[in-house]
């Protein structure tokens, strides 16, 4: 794991750090959008890998992600709908907070990878409240 005196995801969802964050279950508008309506979806708890969500969370965890898979698919209508996860650095996961990523995929297909343009909060605020009503 990436070592960090503190966790980006806990300080986004304690208001530590800005955000766009769509509901407290954890559905936050990345700035960095590698796809149409591209979000994460995280656990409140801390938890460093999908592999340590506990089974009490495992149901809202995944529900989380049907729903914003939906609501992309409802403000955005793409070809389709990407989810991807990643567990430990070997596997590239950046931010050790378990979490999945949702995005709609791009006109010509999939989604970006390498480098992306960082928005800044008034784009990821635009693209939460085209979301947020298909939540």
């Known amino acids: 794991m990436p070592s960090a005196d503190r966790c980006p995801f806990c300080d986004y969802l304690a208001g530590l750090r800005p955000a766009s964050i769509l509901e407290q279950v954890a559905i936050l508008v ?44 409802a403000a955005y209508d793409p070809g389709g709908i990407a989810v991807w996860q990643n567990n430990r650095v070997p596997a590239q996961q950046a931010v050790p907070h378990a979490h999945f990523h949702v995005a709609g995929t791009l006109p010509d297909g999939c989604t970006r990878s390498g480098e992306v343009p960082r928005l800044d909060l008034d784009e990821t605020d635009g693209i939460a409240k085209r979301l947020s009503p298909h939540l």
């Open 30 to 73: 990345t700035r960095w959008q590698r796809g149409q309506g591209h979000v994460l979806v995280i656990p409140v708890a801390h938890r460093p890998t999908g592999m340590d969500v506990a089974p009490a969370e495992e149901q809202q965890f995944m529900d989380a992600v049907r729903r914003a898979a939906r609501a992309i698919t």
